[in-house]
Every structure is written in C-alpha cells, then in structure tokens.
C-alpha cells in the first residue's frame, strides 16, 4: 500500500476490489485525482496572474513617479530667471589724421634737360641754396599751395594713398568661363546629346557625291540661361559639312548652364559632329 501513487487514481480499484463499481461513490473517486490535478494548476495560474500584476503595478507607478519628477525639474527650470547676454564693445582706436598745420607752398621737381641757354625760362632756371632758404616755398613731392604769405586759416594736407580700381561689374558678369565647378550639360547628358546630333544632322549632297566625311568640332558659350551663342567652327573638314555642323548646333534645346560658386555663368564649350558615310 506504501508504494502506491494516490495522484494515479490506482488506489480506488483496490479500495472497490470486489464490490459494486456501478454505484456512484466509484465514479466519483475515480475523478477525485483529475480534479485535484486541475485544481493545483489554476491555483497556480491565479498565483502567477496575481504576482505578474502586482509587478507590471509597480512598474507603472515607478515610471509615472520619474515623469513626475522630471516634469517638476523642468518646470523648477523655466522659472529660474534667465541671464542677461553681456555684449563686451571693443574700443576702436581710430590714428588720428596727421595733419601739417603750417605748409610752405612747393616746387615740383622736375628732371634736369638739357637746353640752351635762350630756351630757358627764369622761372625754370635751377635755384641755388641761397636761394632756396630765402623763399618761403619748399620742394615736395607733390604740389602743395600754402598760406604762409596770406597769413589765414591754418592749411591742412594730408596724403592720399592711390586705391586699385575694383573690377567693372559688367565685366565680371560678362566673363566667359573655360572650366568651372560644376561644367553646363545637354539635357538627359552626354549620350542625349550623342542621339540628338545623328538624328538631326542632313549629309550634305555635294559631300556625299564627292566622298568627304570627317569630324567638325564645334565651340559655342552656354549663356546663363542655357541658350547656345557665339557659335564657331574650331576644326574644319568641309564647308559643306561645317555648315551643317554649325546648324545643327544652333538648333539645340537649352542646356542647363554651368555654375562657378553657385551662380549660373558662361561657359565656353566644344561639341565634336561626326560625317561618316555608310
């Protein structure tokens, strides 16, 4: 009896031995050991339901209690007051003018020639030192009138430094580019561009009679706006087929122009137009 395994059930059939197995009380033994069963496995099921609640609950208060928080320490932040930018001003020591407050009128310098004595004028004729420190003018190296002779306001001179002429506008807006950033292109590229000029070029007939095929290379500037001017024969071949190839290229479609410093500008460009018979 010791070994017996009462979850198994097998301890009814002893306890039945050779009695009635049809009346109820059989029956309801028998389900005793299943019913335990399944009453041990929801337990357990409620148990596991119960801690797993009480977990994700505590989860959840502690999350709200750090959004809380952080919600308190950033209000605690708006309402500290904000600080003032300080803008240091750095004194700007500007030299003053220098400025000559009694100015002798000057003589301009002049290189000696040679003359003939009747040629010279008196007032050309070199002064001697004597002469010089009698007069009430200086040399300088440019004319200055003075005033020491009307004896009025104090003349000032100052000396002006010759500033290089910035560039004309017009001409740097005019200037035509050789290679840029970004070089202008035919709509669709280079293969486009290939497709257009075998299906829009006409062999001319007096070159055809006559056997002349080659390659016409074509120089033309892409404008700001894309549109093809200045268009020119650079390598010739034919003056048949350098016709043609002009003509063709005159009738592209707009390209998208070149950029220097992202500013669409005129741009030189070559396009080679091939005549070969079949």
């Given at each position: 009896?010791?070994k017996?395994?009462?979850?198994s059930?097998?301890?009814?059939d002893?306890?039945?031995?050779?009695?009635?197995?049809?009346?109820?009380?059989y029956a309801?033994?028998?389900?005793?050991?299943?019913?335990n069963?399944?009453a041990i496995?929801i337990?357990?099921?409620?148990?596991?339901l119960?801690?797993?609640?009480?977990?994700?609950?505590?989860i959840?208060?502690?999350?709200?209690?750090?959004?809380?928080?952080?919600?308190?320490?950033?209000?605690?932040?708006?309402?500290?007051?904000k600080?003032?930018a300080?803008?240091?001003?750095?004194?700007?020591?500007?030299?003053p003018e220098?400025?000559?407050?009694?100015v002798?009128?000057?003589?301009?310098?002049?290189a000696?020639v040679?003359?003939?004595?009747?040629?010279?004028?008196?007032?050309?004729?070199?002064?001697?030192?004597?002469?010089?420190?009698?007069t009430?003018?200086?040399?300088?190296?440019?004319?200055?009138?003075g005033n020491?002779?009307a004896n009025?306001?104090?003349?000032?001179?100052?000396?002006?430094i010759a500033?290089?002429?910035?560039?004309?506008?017009a001409e740097?807006e005019?200037?035509?580019?050789?290679?840029?950033?970004q070089?202008?292109?035919?709509?669709?590229?280079?293969?486009a561009?290939?497709?257009?000029?075998?299906s829009?070029?006409?062999?001319?007939?007096?070159?055809?009679?006559?056997g002349?095929q080659?390659?016409?290379v074509?120089?033309?500037?892409?404008?700001?706006?894309g549109?093809?001017t200045?268009?020119r024969?650079?390598?010739?071949?034919?003056?048949?087929?350098d016709?043609?190839a002009?003509?063709?290229?005159?009738?592209?479609p707009?390209?998208?122009?070149g950029?220097?410093?992202?500013?669409?500008?005129r741009v030189k460009?070559?396009v080679?137009?091939t005549f070969?018979?079949q």
């Open positions: 009896m010791a017996i395994d009462l979850v059930g097998a301890w009814v002893i306890v039945f031995q050779n009695r009635n197995k049809e009346y109820g009380a309801l033994r028998k389900g005793t050991s299943n019913r069963i399944k496995i337990m357990i099921i409620l148990a596991a119960l801690f797993g609640g009480m977990a994700i609950k505590n959840v208060d502690e999350q709200a209690r750090k959004v809380s928080a952080t919600q308190v320490t950033e209000l605690t932040a708006l309402n500290q007051p600080k003032k300080e803008v240091k001003q750095k004194k700007v020591e500007v030299e220098k400025v000559v407050e009694r002798k009128s000057s003589v301009k310098f002049t000696p040679i003359k003939k004595d009747n040629e010279v004028k008196p007032e050309d004729e070199l002064k001697t030192q004597d002469q010089l420190n009698n009430k003018t200086a040399i300088g190296s440019f004319d200055v009138k020491d002779d009025g306001q104090v003349l000032k001179a100052k000396e002006v500033q290089p002429e910035p560039p004309k506008q740097v005019n200037k035509v580019f050789e290679a840029v950033e070089m202008p292109s035919f709509p669709g590229g280079p293969s561009l290939m497709q257009y000029l075998s829009n070029v006409r062999y001319p007939v007096v070159a055809q009679e006559n002349v080659g390659r016409v074509i120089s033309f500037v892409v404008e700001k706006n549109s093809i200045d268009v024969v650079v390598r010739s071949v034919d003056p048949a087929l016709r043609e002009v003509r063709v290229v005159k009738s592209m707009n390209w998208i122009p950029k220097q410093n992202g500013s669409a500008v460009y070559n080679p137009v070969r018979l």
